[in-house]
């Protein structure tokens, strides 16, 4: 799949601002510009709250699993409707271990014209297993079943490249949300049968617990490149 150097990044913001600008600043760092972050603000677990009634509707789901799968749906639906052919829908608390342009770059090079999806994080230490990992490769068809390590293939939710044609088919029947975004996603893409892959070895490191309940950067929390120790 050609690679677009105008790709947009929808980033999936949280309430408080040190999230908003963290994710930001992970881009900015390497090279990324104010022109091709496209926030995604709305809903946020206050505004769900404001619902009772949808929240009944969603049940088990509580409003911050709510606000964050609709913010997947906004985000799908914008890049359905936008001009390039793929764009990139990621959560706040991302560390990269290398530019996400260049990792982008790298995957879309290996991936068939066919490719709906990629999965990039390290979430939950979740391995490619379904076959032998190969020097100089980095992306893997992923199966879209259910196995004794995973739901499906989504791999998290946390970067996800999205092709503008799966993002019109996923669209069309992401409404109503059963389950939290992730899993929402497998179902989803079971639904459609869409071709999914994961990054291997993955260039995104996913901050389990986020600082959402501190107004302080925590030690060690900085916007530089994540790298292992």
Request: with cysteine; charged share 25%; proline share 7%.
């Amino acid at each position: 799949m050609k690679y677009d150097p105008k790709f947009k990044y929808y980033v999936l913001a949280g309430t408080e601002d040190l999230r908003r600008k963290f994710a930001v600043e992970q881009l900015y760092v390497h090279g990324v510009t104010q022109s091709r972050i496209v926030m995604v603000n709305f809903p946020n677990f206050q505004d769900v709250e404001k619902e009772p009634n949808f929240l009944e509707l969603v049940k088990p789901l509580d409003s911050k699993q709510v606000s964050v799968t609709l913010k997947h749906y906004y985000a799908v639906e914008a890049i359905s409707n936008s001009p390039e052919d793929y764009g990139v829908i990621m959560e706040d608390g991302n560390l990269f271990k290398s530019c996400p342009d260049r990792a982008v770059e790298k995957y879309l090079a290996e991936a068939p014209d066919d490719m709906d999806l990629i999965f990039d994080s390290d979430i939950l230490n979740l391995k490619y297993s379904e076959g032998p990992i190969k020097k100089g490769k980095s992306i893997y068809k992923k199966s879209n079943l259910k196995d004794a390590f995973c739901d499906g293939s989504s791999r998290g939710a946390n970067f996800i490249i999205l092709t503008r044609i799966a993002a019109a088919r996923l669209r069309d029947i992401f409404l109503p949300i059963g389950s939290v975004s992730d899993m929402h996603y497998n179902h989803l893409i079971r639904t459609l049968n869409l071709n999914v892959y994961w990054a291997e070895p993955p260039n995104v490191h996913k901050i389990i617990s986020f600082y959402s309940t501190v107004t302080t950067r925590p030690s060690g929390m900085k916007p530089i490149p994540w790298s292992p120790t």
